[in-house]
């Protein structure tokens, strides 16, 4: 039985080589003038080093070019994918068909890699794109498990599926809290993702702290709980999806390179030992639950629940 790719999303260069120990098999890296909702910032020179960490490893690079473009910068995205291509990352993950429109010219070799978040909710659409170019399409996190398998079935293309970490509920391209700052005549300087892990939007009714954070692509808010599917691989593992990631945004490397450990040993258990996995998949879920930060419990997002729009 393959096993899907193990993809984690590091904060900085030293988290490479720990992360391949753990038994991550691809990463996600780049800088938030490209990418979206980044665990870290990787400005040229740190995703060079950090992709010959990776591949030192035999760890797949996959650069983040999911933001969404305005004319002002079309042109620097050739330059860009030039730059990719030189340093050998094995794929690009966009959202924008800017990109791959300028891959086709740039990087016309590049691996691409469909990522919009929000609308990759079918077959069809994920083979559309697949036709375009694409490799792969990352699926929304609001699909259920049913929905995931069905669009394994039917694809085209390679199909991958957050199974930890928080998800976006919102973005807006404005800064809307440091104009809210501006506007009580304060002033907020955007700083790194890491240093903004304080700011919550508290729902007293539901009890919920929502993480909120800007970066250079607006302003994000974030789910209050953490997806967690640990124990719930075993469907997808059958099915054939071919890649989970584990988001490590707002978590610290220490987190990360723990939890990465936990589904090492939960997908190699369960392509290769299926009773043990049974056996042991609540120990490695509650072995997660006790590092868990206190205010960011955990839940199996939308995979066994019907999404109300």
Known sequence: MNKPELIVTPTKVDDILPLAEAGATAVVIGEQHYGLRLA???????MKEATVLAHSKNVKVYAAMNAIFHNEKIEELYDYLRFLSEIKVDAVVFGDPAVLMAAREAAPEMKLHWNTETTATNWYTCNYWGRKGAKRAVLARELSMESIIETKENAEVEIEVQVHGMTCMFQSKRSLIGNYYEYQGKAMKIESIQDEKTM????????NKYPIYEDANGTHIMSPNDMCIIDELSDMIDAGIDSFKIDGVLQTSEYLIEVTKKYRQAIDLCAEDREQYEDVKDQLLADIEEIQPENRPLDTGFFFKETVY
């Open 40 to 46: 870290g910032e990787f400005n040229r020179d740190q």
């Open 200 to 207: 919550f939007l508290h729902d007293k009714e539901r009890s």
